[in-house]
C-alpha cells in the first residue's frame, strides 16, 4: 500500500485512478455532503467545480443533476447522471462521455470513516478514442492529484 500525505493509493484496476482518506467524520455525515451535487464545490479540490448546479429532490439512480464547471479558464456546464446510491456506503455519477466518479465511505468507528474516491473511465472506450484521450492527455495523471487534493481538504477539514 503506497501512501502520499497520507492518501492511499489504490490498485483499483485498468482506466481508474483510485484514492482513499481516513476521516474523523461519520459516515452518515460525509455521505450527505457528497450525495447533495449542490455541495461539490465544497469538496472539490481540482478547483474545477463552481458552485452553480441544478440538482433533483430526490438523489435516486437515474436523477440527472448539471454542475457548473471551468477547466483552463473555460466555463462549461456538465450534466450528470446518478448511477449508484447506497446511503452511508456509496455515491456515483456518470458523465455523458461514459466517465464515472464514484464515492465509497467504510466506516471505522462511529466517528472515523475511510473515504474512497475514484475516478472511473473504463466505460468511456464506448466513445471513439475516448479512452486514448484520457490517456495521451494526461487526464488520468490530473485526476489523480485532484482526488488526492480532495480528499487531504475534506480530512482537514474534519481533522483539525
Known sequence: MLRVMGVIINDAGPHQVSRSIEVNAPASEL???VADPRRHHELDGSDTVR???TCPDQ???GARFTTAMKMFGVPYRIASTITAVKPDELFEWR?????????EFRALTPTVTTVTETFD????GRIKNALRYYERTGFAKGNAKGIEATLTKLRDRYNE
Open 51 to 53: 458552485d452553480n448546479v
Open 121 to 124: 473511465f473504463s466505460d468511456a
Open 95 to 103: 458523465h455523458p462521455f461514459g466517465h464515472r466518479w464514484r464515492w
Open 31 to 33: 455521505f450527505a455532503i
Open 59 to 61: 438523489v435516486i439512480p
